[in-house]
């Protein structure tokens, strides 16, 4: 028996959304660029894929621009505004929690003489909206926060976000959420909260690598951060993935199709194995609640190392993580648990669990069976290390 609960690091792709890729590499392998029949039909499929990912956000279609994920999205959208309005001011508000894609390009926009204010959160990975208006000044010309915590599972407060910069002046400061671990889970409209810049994700949602997107509100410039041949509108050259892409908007037709519905199930998952859990001690980081996102859970159990208990699963077919696919496998401690205020004892001991809707019911029972005995294991070994010294 095997469980794959990592699934906020990648999911495993549709068996549809597999169909559709194979669809597009055998029967469509023009360049939309190219102006005879084939390169039209390409054209048409990446048309097709816009429409899909604009009818998912209530947003136009001309406003979707197609990336190589959600990390080039984030960066796009980031640096491409921040340089275009650097004129009206250089400070850039973003939080303690953000993903090393948007933490790493804010790093590089404070090279260029921006000044970024990072966002405290609370114990439970929560941004605060009071401290979002404290920190806006004249100079600001750029928001940023994550729409759900790939770590924590914390849901930001967007309707509240969004009633803080309500009261903005020439549209500045813009807004941008990273939306990459909330799209396709969680309904998300960002004409009505008033949301500017949006990225996602293909292989969030059962789609494949090397895909994603950017919602541009309509009358938002970016400067290019990519140069090239003008594809996507100039904003992000280089000849398009048309099957991925293809692939990324039959991904989002599924996720919408069955979200609510999927929400409930991994919510039901999700307290099972916070149950199982508690019964071998473990500590829940991160909210609870609505605060909370249906599939993500930090676990902590201390007096175990997180790499060791997760090596230890992965003997058993139990498949998670320490944190964020992206810095797992650096040594230093995650930078969201960290900002939470955690004691070293639980954030040395973290592993997240992540589900999807593909996720089985017997993965949870297996993994609900398995769990404790791994953990009371190691829990008296490295006991018995302790008390040796």
């Known amino acids: 028996m095997e469980a794959y609960l990592d699934n906020s690091a990648t999911t495993i792709v549709d068996p549809q959304v597999l169909s559709e890729l194979n669809r597009i590499y ?226 989002a037709q599924l996720a919408l199709a069955t979200q609510k519905e999927s929400w409930e199930r991994m919510g039901r998952f999700r307290e099972q194995l916070i149950n199982c859990s508690q019964k071998c001690g473990g500590i829940v980081n991160g909210p609870k609640g609505r605060d909370a996102a249906a599939y993500i859970l930090n676990l902590s159990f201390p007096g175990v190392p997180a790499e060791v208990l997760v090596h230890s699963l992965d003997a058993r077919g139990i498949y998670l993580s320490t944190g964020s696919a992206c810095s797992s496998k650096q040594k230093t401690p995650s930078h969201v648990l960290e900002a939470m205020g955690l004691e070293r004892a639980l954030y040395t001991s973290a592993v997240r669990v992540s589900l999807s809707r593909l996720t089985k019911k017997e993965e949870i029972e297996y993994t609900c069976q398995v769990l404790p005995e791994v953990v009371e294991e190691l829990r008296a070994l490295y006991g018995q290390k302790k008390r040796s010294r």
Not at 219 to 224: A, Y
Request: proline share 5%; charged share 20%.
């Open 26 to 251: 055998t029967q469509v392998p023009g360049n939309p660029s190219s102006l005879y029949s084939k390169g039209l039909a390409a054209e048409q499929e990446l048309d097709s894929a816009r429409r899909s990912l604009a009818a998912s956000l209530g947003v136009e279609s001309r406003e979707i621009y197609f990336t190589s994920g959600g990390t080039e999205a984030n960066n796009i959208g980031l640096i491409g505004a921040a340089r275009s309005y650097r004129r009206q001011g250089k400070h850039i508000i973003t939080t303690s929690v953000e993903h090393p894609s948007v933490l790493g390009a804010m790093e590089s926009l404070k090279e260029e003489g921006f000044e970024v204010t990072l966002l405290p959160c609370d114990r439970e990975g929560r941004i605060q909206p009071q401290h979002l208006l404290e920190a806006l000044r004249e100079d600001t010309i750029l928001v940023s926060t994550m729409f759900v915590n790939n770590e924590s599972g914390a849901i930001a407060p967007i309707g509240e976000l969004a009633s803080v910069l309500a009261k903005r002046d020439n549209n500045l400061p813009l807004w941008h959420v990273d939306a990459v671990q909330g799209y396709g889970r969680i309904e998300l409209d960002p004409k009505k909260l008033g949301i500017d810049l949006v990225s996602l994700s293909a292989h969030k949602i059962h789609g494949p690598k090397g895909c994603g997107a950017l919602y541009l509100r309509r009358g938002v410039v970016l400067s290019p951060v990519i140069h090239g041949g003008g594809q996507e509108r100039g904003l992000r050259p280089g000849t398009e993935n048309v099957a991925a892409i293809a692939a990324l908007g039959k991904a």
